[in-house]
């Protein structure tokens, strides 16, 4: 597995609440499925519910590395939980598409939320192995002639 790209996002909920109040019904179908809007409006507390979708959906397009514009859209993701209660990111047939030619074949979201902020990580996984990637032992690094030191071992690696 390679990582293709890793995103975060940090969310007020109060900026939620704002936007509920002011724009109502036109913010929540400009930004959430009607899948979404329907399970995060069943809870106790809607506003940070919907922060961490939307955080879930800014970090993937921060992953993906295109933001949230084409060929990425709000709607083109939609944050679910499984049966199990673990999020997920379901993708429209486009996004799946852009993902398909980007060589991207997996990904992972983790969400949370602490009263103020909501927040999510979002990993993407190609197929392909990084450069570095699985050099996860100090050993290995002495391999890798990127980070070789440039006096035979003594000084600093090569930046």
């Not at 852009?98 to 074949?105: C, E, K, M, N, V």
Request: charge should be positive; proline fraction near 5%; aromatic fraction near 6%.
């Amino acid at each position: 597995m390679g990582v293709y790209g890793i995103g975060i996002d940090l969310v007020r909920i109060d900026r939620i609440e704002a936007g509920l109040a002011r724009w109502k019904n036109r913010f929540l179908d400009k930004v959430f499925t009607v899948t979404e809007q329907r399970a995060c409006l069943a809870k106790k507390n809607q506003a940070a519910c919907l922060a961490m979708r939307f955080a879930a959906k800014e970090a993937f397009a921060k992953a993906v590395g295109t933001g949230i514009r084409a060929p990425l859209f709000w709607k083109d993701m939609e944050v679910l939980n499984a049966p199990s209660g673990r999020p997920v990111i379901c993708l429209s047939p486009r996004a799946q598409g852009l993902l398909r030619d980007l060589g991207i074949h997996a990904w992972h979201v983790s969400l949370t939320d602490d009263g103020l902020y909501g927040a999510a990580v979002v990993v993407l996984e190609t197929a392909e192995v990084s450069p570095i990637e699985g050099l996860g032992r100090m050993g290995d690094m002495r391999n890798d002639t990127r980070n070789r030191p440039r006096n035979g071992g003594t000084g600093p690696p090569n930046h």
